[in-house]
């Protein structure tokens, strides 16, 4: 059984401009010990489908259709104070901005040790000697001293780092990281990327690490999900992806990434934009930017289907 | 070289919390009408009530036709004026904190409610606080009080019950920026509860701009009491409070100056006390500004 499988998933917004079709059927599975990446451009349906397995998707936003489960546990069928003690407990997350994801008003130590209390009923001082362990756990230099200062007082990657050890001191088995090193310079990205995937070795966990940048993915994922128009174009091994993408989508992405073979020349881009999620047809959403496309593209949208091994495909050429 | 050590010394340098004037004067001020409110009946050399028509209208005891058991001068009634200063501190300080906090209780908590959960609660709490505005807040009083009759309890009641739109509009804007910040969703994501979200998340950080609105409303309510029992509808006389002692005084100020002065000295002093200490606490309270 699959840590976490989503299945089918849909979450629309309503909105009076129409409504957003923001993930529109979404499929997939992480095993335990496994990071999937879930790549795409800026508003493709990343972030929502993050919040739509915490159930934490803002009005008015809804999941209109699909399963969730993990472990076997169906999380849309609970009600919000089962979901609540799921929340953290079994699944936790990081966000992008470690400037604002902290309270500001108390101090690094208190945070981690109140999320230790909340979930293990501890008392306070064994708390806090979690939270110190928890700091160093992370790579928090002098985590004693760390502990007791605020967040405005730390740099990004230390808060960034102070914001890991908040996740998962209640150990929980899944890990969803929006795009956790975005904000920070690429040294620090660095850091943080390794960190993460010791952190996930020792513990076991399931990741699911949202991101635009391949880079990132060719660095710690294991397997990869691309998604394209709130729906998931290719889905293969990390090493498929680079070596052998399929998708023209996927293709594309690859494309534009700098490379010492085409050292000199202008990086390449996909023309066009992606579609307007209020207004989409039949037919594949990637025909109107697509170079390979034919007119059956135009009129029955490709399933996701097993072209190799392990390496799913939304395209049939 | 030394430049170079100097500009980075201070900051690797530990913290040393440096005395503030404002603190020390706003909570010594405070300290001392706050003591000599509650030590009134040790240190008053004289009855509040006490009247010596004999001695009436004399001048503090520096002045030419000043007494020496008198030091601040007499009323209109003989009644000694630092006497009835000291005892009237008890009820404008006294009705002023209570009213604060019922106030601050009030409407911090409605207006928590109407900026975290919006929707319904909030149409219905804001349209509360737009009757309240719209309704002087003395005519309410005086229909009130003069509903229930003037005591003690009732003007306390009625200074929280009409002031509380100060802090729930306040804290309403604050929460509706707040809970949209990423440490709340955070929280969230962690499993909190609304309730812990709430009071952990969203009011410590509201809390800044709830202490300068209280440091306010404290000086605010002092002059409230004083209007209302210049109105006959506070505290009755003979219970000496600061505000009847001003608006009695105004009678006299052409030729008993000392009548209004004193305890308009004394509401000022007060309610700048109040203020600094507010403004120091404000600052201390935001770890953002602290150097």
């Not at chain 1, 730390?154 to 209640?170: E, V, Y």
């Not at chain 2, 319904?120 to 606080?129: N, Y």
Request: proline share 7%.
């Amino acid at each position: 059984m699959a840590l976490l499988s989503v299945e089918g998933l849909r979450t629309q917004f309503d909105t009076s401009a129409g409504t957003v079709r923001a993930v529109d059927g979404v499929s997939f599975a992480i095993e335990r010990g496994e990071v999937l990446g879930l790549v795409g451009e800026s508003g493709c349906g990343k972030s929502v489908t993050s919040l739509s397995i915490m159930r934490l998707v803002p009005p008015p936003g809804r999941i209109t259709a699909g399963r969730v489960r993990l472990e076997g546990e169906d999380l849309l069928d609970k009600d919000g104070e089962a979901m609540r003690r799921v929340r953290g407990a079994r699944m936790a997350m990081v966000f992008q901005e470690p400037m604002t994801s902290l309270n500001p008003v108390f101090t690094i130590g208190d945070q981690i040790a109140a999320a230790v209390q909340a979930h293990a009923g501890v008392g306070r001082r064994a708390a806090w000697e979690r939270a110190v362990e928890m700091l160093d756990h992370v790579q928090v230099p002098a985590p004693r001293e760390r502990a007791r200062e605020y967040p405005h007082q730390l740099s990004g990657g230390l808060r960034q780092r102070a914001m890991i050890a908040l996740a998962l001191a209640p150990g929980p088995q899944l890990l969803i990281a929006d795009e956790p090193t975005t904000a920070l310079d690429v040294t620090i990205q660095a850091q943080i990327l390794d960190l993460l995937r010791r952190l996930q070795a020792e513990r076991g966990m399931g990741v699911l690490l949202i991101t635009h940048d391949l880079g990132v993915v060719a660095e710690v994922c294991h397997r990869v999900a691309i998604i394209y128009a709130g729906r998931i174009v290719e889905m293969a091994p990390v090493a498929s992806i680079f070596s052998a993408p399929m998708h023209p989508y996927t293709r594309g992405l690859l494309r534009s990434l700098p490379h010492p073979s085409r050292f000199g020349q202008p990086l390449s881009s996909i023309d066009g934009a992606p579609p307007d999620l209020r207004r989409i047809g039949g037919g594949c959403r990637f025909a109107p930017r697509c170079p390979y496309v034919r007119d059956s593209c135009r009129a029955d949208e490709p399933a996701l289907i097993e072209r190799e091994p392990g390496h799913l495909v939304a395209c049939p050429w | 070289m030394s430049v170079v050590a100097e500009a980075v010394l201070p900051l690797s340098a530990p913290r040393r919390r440096r005395v503030s004037f404002r603190a020390v004067f706003g909570l010594s001020a405070l300290l001392l009408i706050g003591g000599s409110a509650v030590f009134a009946p040790q240190l008053a050399p004289w009855d509040p009530g006490k009247q010596m028509l004999l001695k009436r209208l004399r001048a503090p005891m520096w002045q030419e036709r000043g007494l020496r058991e008198h030091p601040l001068g007499t009323d209109h009634l003989g009644r000694d004026i630092l006497s009835r200063i000291l005892y009237g501190g008890r009820i404008s300080l006294g009705v002023g904190l209570t009213a604060v906090t019922l106030s601050a209780l009030i409407g911090v908590s409605l207006g928590l409610v109407a900026g975290f959960f919006g929707g319904r609660a909030d149409a219905l709490i804001m349209r509360i606080v737009d009757v309240f505005l719209a309704i002087p807040y003395i005519l309410l009083a005086m229909g009130v009080v003069f509903a229930l009759g003037p005591s003690l309890l009732n003007v306390i009641l009625v200074m929280g019950a009409t002031r509380w739109v100060q802090f729930a509009r306040i804290v309403r804007a604050d929460v509706l920026s707040l809970r949209e910040r990423e440490f709340v969703a955070g929280a969230r994501a962690r499993g909190n509860r609304s309730l812990r979200l709430l009071l952990r998340h969203v009011l410590p950080n509201a809390l800044t701009p709830i202490i300068v609105v209280a440091t306010l409303e404290l000086a605010f309510m002092i002059i409230y009491e004083s209007a209302l029992s210049f109105l006959g509808l506070g505290v009755q006389p003979p219970t000496p409070t600061w505000g009847w002692m001003l608006a009695d005084g105004r009678n006299y100020v052409a030729t008993a100056w000392w009548l209004a002065t004193f305890p308009g000295l004394a509401i000022m002093l007060t309610v700048l006390a109040v203020n600094l200490l507010g403004d120091w606490l404000r600052d201390t309270l935001d770890p953002r500004l602290k150097v």
